[in-house]
C-alpha cells in the first residue's frame, strides 16, 4: 500500500477515501484485503471491489474490530 501511495497519492485503489483515518483501521483497508484475498485465491472470476459481500463483511469486522480496540496489543513498528 505504501508504493500505491507514493505512485498515486492515495492510500488505496477504488475507495472513497473522505473519512480515512491514517494509523487506524478502516473499513476502506479492510475491504481492500478482502477484495485482494478473494481475487488471488481463484483465476476463474473477478470480483468487484464494491460486492455487497465485501462491503457487508468489512462493516462486521469493523464492528469488532471497534469493541477490542482498545485491548488490541500496540504494534510499535
Known sequence: MRTHQRLYRKQLPFY?????YEEEINP?????????FLNTV????FITPFND????????IIDVFDKEWEFAPENEI
Open 53 to 60: 459481500f465485501i462491503v457487508e463483511t468489512a462493516e462486521k
Open 42 to 45: 481463484q483465476e476463474e472470476n
Open 28 to 36: 476502506q483497508d479492510i475491504s481492500f484485503l478482502i477484495w485482494y
Open 16 to 20: 472513497n477515501l473522505y473519512q480515512y
